[in-house]
């Protein structure tokens, strides 16, 4: 047989395939999520996601260090507060966790990117996103909560806020709010995106944020649908975001190509804690070799077409492909 081209050519050695690789992950590429509890010296492992830590604002700040050093540009920050209550008081109160830790963050750290996660569920008693109206999530009522707690990241010094609500119209208002009160360059960061996925658990025991009742179903989107995704980011680029988010991210490769492939702003994937914690669990049992199924499951995030990844291997992955 007279083979006029042998791709295996180009796979032999390792330099040859770092030639003609299509491909490749950065340390830049990364944003590293982190959570925040009031307090001092605090550190609290999750059990669900091993690694990871709520962290008071002193220790969040040191952690961040580390990442920085490894050239990773930019934390998410996640708060859980002393207090919980229906109406989400604390959320937007400048002695919250977030705010708190964005303020250590900022002034131990001033070019790190601090991007904060703006949502309610962490906040409310009833541990749903927005605001109540009997049993029913009341849409508008929440944007007015939303853009307050957008407002006090701001003043604390966040250069992005991410809604993750998923409310109609959450980043017009926020966008409306931060313009009014002089802060049209912090960008948002929405989560455009945000599939009601089997894979939140252990984040919900890390933020201790499950529903006290029924579900999220009625305002995260069916994993069943691809063409709402385009429909859900092309609302939120006419309301002003600036970086559009797909959650989660392996099981949604197909649909973080498809905003890719029809929108000119950055586009960015969260590989969210059931992703992380699989592979952990299973490399704990021996039954994969957990470096590599990190590698190539941040490739893939890119591949399909991430500029930036949410992950809670960002520490390990960047330590891995710097060397060190």
């Keep these: 047989m007279d083979l006029v081209f042998r791709p295996r050519r180009l796979r032999r050695t390792e330099a040859i395939r770092r030639m003609v690789r299509e491909t490749h992950l950065r340390p830049e590429d ?14 609290q492992p999750i059990e669900a ?12 700040a040191e952690e961040a260090r580390v990442v920085w050093d490894l050239g990773v540009p930019a934390v998410l920050l ?37 991007i904060t996660d703006v949502c309610l569920c962490g906040y409310t008693s009833h541990g749903h996103c927005g605001l109540l109206g009997g049993r029913e999530i009341d849409n508008d009522a929440t944007l007015e909560v939303l853009a307050e707690v957008a407002l006090s990241h701001a003043e604390a010094g966040a ?16 966008r409306e709010a931060l313009d009014e009160r002089g802060f049209e360059m912090v960008a948002i960061l ?18 201790e944020s499950a529903p006290q ?4 179903r009625g305002y995260q989107m069916d994993p069943a649908n691809a063409r709402e995704a385009l429909r859900e980011a092309a609302l939120d680029v006419e309301e002003g975001a600036d970086i559009l988010m797909v959650k989660p991210a392996l099981p949604y490769l197909d649909i973080i190509a498809s905003l890719a492939g029809e929108f000119d702003q950055p586009i960015a994937a969260y590989q969210v804690s059931g992703e992380y914690a699989m592979i952990k669990a299973a490399a704990a049992r021996g039954w994969l070799d957990e470096t590599a199924a990190m590698l190539e499951s941040l490739t893939a995030i890119k591949r399909a077409g991430a500029d930036l ?16």
């Excluded at 996601?49 to 220790?59: A, F, T």
């Excluded at 250069?159 to 926020?174: E, F, L």
């Excluded at 009742?213 to 999220?216: A, E, I, K, S, V």
């Design 30 to 43: 990364f944003i590293y999520p982190m959570f925040a509890v009031p307090g001092s010296r605090l550190r």
């Design 49 to 60: 996601m091993p690694g990871i830590s709520r962290l008071s604002p002193d220790l969040l």
């Design 78 to 114: 996640f708060g859980l507060p002393a207090r919980k209550d229906d109406t989400a008081s604390e959320a937007a109160s400048p002695k919250g966790p977030v705010q708190q830790a964005v303020r250590a963050l900022k002034k131990a750290l001033p070019d790190l990117v601090v």
């Design 159 to 174: 250069d992005m806020v991410a809604p993750s609500d998923m409310m109609d119209g959450r980043v017009g208002a926020i």
């Design 190 to 207: 929405s989560y455009a995106v945000k599939y009601a996925s089997s894979f939140y658990g252990p984040f919900r025991e890390a933020a």
């Design 213 to 216: 009742f029924g579900d999220r």
């Design 309 to 324: 990844i949410l992950t809670y291997f960002a520490q390990d992955a960047a330590r891995t492909l710097s060397g060190g």
